[in-house]
């Protein structure tokens, strides 16, 4: 079961709920960071570090958990969740787009614009949290280099070395 924290500002209130109840029902496990009701004065930010340290509390405990946030500017949203250590906040307007955020980035918080439509939202949300980072040396280098410049603030050139036998092998 994937844990899945929501939260929204008041922009992306209704949709963020919808969302959380869709989530719900397909059977995650979900924790709710917003305000218990519409609140035309709250802002993004709080909501954006809550969600991002919740799933990078809860992925250091192995916990298998992501992040959806849903506010008026996505972008907005996406810069203030980034601002925690670990977080990997991206946006996506489709499915295939969420999917390929997890498969080259490891992204996880999904940042969604209040006025996208649910079932779109929906099936958004669904691939992001059902898709993974393919087992890619070339992807888990880079990830470890965004990681390392996070970290100390420099990249020495992490040189991820694997065995040929360690290479998993797709025959599609």
Do not use: C
Not at 79 to 86: D, E, L, M, S
Not at 138 to 157: A, F, K, M, P, V
């Amino acid at each position: 079961m994937t844990r899945i924290h929501f939260a929204a500002d008041s922009s992306g209130y209704e949709l963020g709920r919808s969302l959380e109840a869709r989530a719900r029902a397909a059977g995650h496990e979900v924790v709710w960071h917003g305000s218990d009701e519409i609140d035309p004065g709250d802002d993004y930010p709080i909501y954006a570090i809550r969600v991002g340290q919740a799933v990078v509390t809860d992925q250091d405990a192995g916990v298998d958990a992501f992040g959806v946030l849903v506010v008026d500017e996505g972008a907005a949203g996406i810069v203030a969740a980034n601002k925690v250590n670990g977080a990997r906040a991206v946006g996506a307007a489709s499915p295939r787009a969420a999917a390929g955020t997890r498969a080259v980035v490891d992204a996880n918080v999904l940042v969604l614009e209040g006025i996208a439509f649910e079932e779109n939202a929906w099936l958004t949300v669904a691939a992001f949290v059902t898709s993974s980072l393919p087992h890619s040396v070339d992807r888990g280098r880079q990830i470890l280099q965004i990681e390392e410049y996070e970290n100390s603030g420099t990249i020495e050139g992490w040189a991820v070395q694997l065995e040929p036998e360690q290479i998993a092998i797709s025959h599609e």
